[in-house]
């Protein structure tokens, strides 16, 4: 199922692997060398020259977006960013999950990317609760698209129904109703 927010910005249930995109975000830990959920999906979909690639980057932190070549992925490239673990939401997990799809955006836009696709950062084996998470993607990729040209549409990749019903509901209290 397809849920359009706006001209920008879609809402889709899907296997974020799958996606021929400019670029697909994934939810990466630290050393950017794969692991669980959304990161290990997609590091074993693109193949062994992702991770051959992503051994070049010296990791990163939390709140950071790199960018890599999307390998064996239909997705032209990747964007590995690092969120919050989830610590009860008063160590700075709000700012640094913002700062996690800004960079992302960032990334996108400096390498002229037109369409990027993101998963609920955070939101798996990191425990961001997933209705505070959709809130701050929503206001901070909204927050970008009002000031910014690139990426041109955003895809929120849902890997599941409650998910996706979880997106619908707050992108129709933030932004309005959703089609």
């Given at each position: 199922?397809?849920?359009?927010?706006?001209?920008?910005?879609?809402?889709?249930?899907?296997?974020?692997?799958?996606?021929?995109?400019?670029?697909?975000?994934?939810?990466?830990?630290?050393?950017?060398?794969?692991?669980?959920?959304?990161?290990?999906?997609?590091?074993?979909?693109?193949?062994?020259?992702?991770?051959?690639e992503c051994r070049t980057l010296?990791?990163?932190?939390?709140?950071?977006?790199?960018?890599?070549?999307?390998?064996?992925?239909?997705?032209?490239?990747?964007?590995?960013?690092?969120?919050?673990?989830?610590?009860?939401?008063?160590?700075?997990?709000?700012?640094?999950?913002?700062?996690?799809?800004?960079?992302?955006?960032?990334?996108?836009?400096?390498?002229?990317?037109?369409?990027?696709?993101?998963?609920?950062?955070?939101?798996?084996?990191?425990?961001?609760?997933?209705?505070?998470?959709?809130?701050?993607?929503?206001?901070?990729?909204?927050?970008?698209?009002?000031?910014?040209?690139?990426?041109e549409h955003i895809v929120l990749?849902?890997h599941g129904a409650q998910d996706?019903?979880?997106?619908?509901?707050?992108?129709?209290?933030?932004?309005?109703?959703?089609?």
């Open positions: 199922m397809t849920l359009h927010v706006d001209d920008r910005i879609v809402i889709l249930q899907a296997d974020i692997t799958t996606l021929a995109v400019d670029a697909i975000v994934n939810a990466a830990n630290t050393s950017l060398m794969g692991g669980g959920g959304v990161d290990g999906a997609i590091h074993r979909a693109a193949g062994p020259g992702l991770l051959a010296g990791g990163a932190r939390p709140g950071d977006a790199k960018l890599t070549a999307g390998h064996g992925l239909p997705a032209r490239h990747v964007i590995h960013a690092v969120g919050p673990v989830w610590r009860g939401g008063d160590s700075g997990e709000d700012r640094t999950l913002a700062s996690a799809y800004r960079r992302s955006l960032e990334v996108a836009a400096e390498a002229g990317l037109g369409t990027v696709a993101f998963p609920a950062i955070s939101t798996g084996v990191y425990g961001f609760p997933i209705e505070r998470a959709t809130r701050i993607a929503l206001s901070t990729i909204r927050d970008w698209l009002v000031q910014h040209e690139l990426p990749v849902t996706l019903a979880t997106y619908e509901r707050i992108a129709a209290e933030a932004l309005g109703p959703v089609s």
